[in-house]
């Protein structure tokens, strides 16, 4: 069955940097685009960067532009949120899905707490 694991997440200052990584199976991962979302508390879960079957175009909400960047590796089956210049708007669980404008599974995984805290 499809299953996503996201690791990576912690405590970090204003400033600081963190590397996501989404562990995918039970799917042909090299067949689809694949995407990031955060759910802060309180808040409906937000598409955060997507990226094409082979990393050809990439998207990203706008709070995040020119800080995040989204990539995956095929052989790995696995896709990476490079965070850098966080700040506590950026506080959230972080999801991967596969997709690039929708989730198309209803599976979501654990999800990996992003903290940006002084």
């Known amino acids: 069955q499809v299953q996503f694991v996201e690791s990576g997440g912690g405590l970090v200052q204003p400033g600081g940097s963190l590397r996501l990584s989404c562990a995918a199976s039970g799917f042909i991962f090299s067949s689809l685009p694949m995407s990031w979302y955060r759910q802060a508390p309180g808040k409906e879960r937000e598409l955060v960067a997507a990226i094409t079957t082979t990393g050809g175009r990439v998207n990203y909400a706008d709070s995040v532009k020119g800080r995040f960047t989204i990539s995956r590796d095929n052989v790995k089956k696995t896709v990476y949120l490079q965070m850098n210049s966080l700040n506590p708007d950026d506080t959230a669980v972080y999801y991967c899905?596969?997709?690039?404008?929708?989730?198309?599974?209803?599976?979501w995984g654990q999800g990996t707490q992003v903290t940006v805290s002084s």
């Open positions: 899905n596969a997709g690039f404008d929708i989730p198309l599974y209803t599976y």
